[in-house]
């Protein structure tokens, strides 16, 4: 079952003081990236964060359940009412996550690899 957009603008805005957050559809349902990394889904009108150790101190409840079948499980918020603990576990998370490689430029791989078979 798809996410209601109307349920995923209003995440956003309630994580909006973490940073530059954005959501993505993905497969049906939303990325959820801020400040570039991607930190969350939403999934079937609820919100799922990646696991830290960082952000599983802070969390009100523990619960714990894959958004999507055949998924690791992640953090599943269900207050999502509350922007300043939203945006406090999107800081956290996103403070405890690696940067996320830069993407690979692959049209101008692509011709440069013609560049050299011309040679």
Do not use: W
């Amino acid at each position: 079952m798809a996410s209601n957009s109307d349920l995923v603008q209003y995440i956003v805005d309630q994580c909006a003081a973490a940073g530059v957050i954005e959501a993505k559809k993905m497969f049906g349902d939303y990325g959820l990236y801020c400040n570039g990394k991607l930190y969350g889904l939403i999934s079937d009108n609820g919100l799922y964060i990646k696991p830290t150790e960082e952000c599983k101190r802070i969390l009100k409840d523990l619960v714990m359940r894959p958004p999507y079948e055949g998924a690791k499980p992640y953090f599943y918020i269900e207050d999502i009412d509350n922007s300043d603990y939203l945006a406090q576990l999107v800081h956290t998370t996103c403070e405890a996550l690696p940067t996320p490689k830069p993407k690979k430029d692959r049209k101008k791989e692509e011709k440069e690899e013609k560049k050299k078979e011309k040679r």
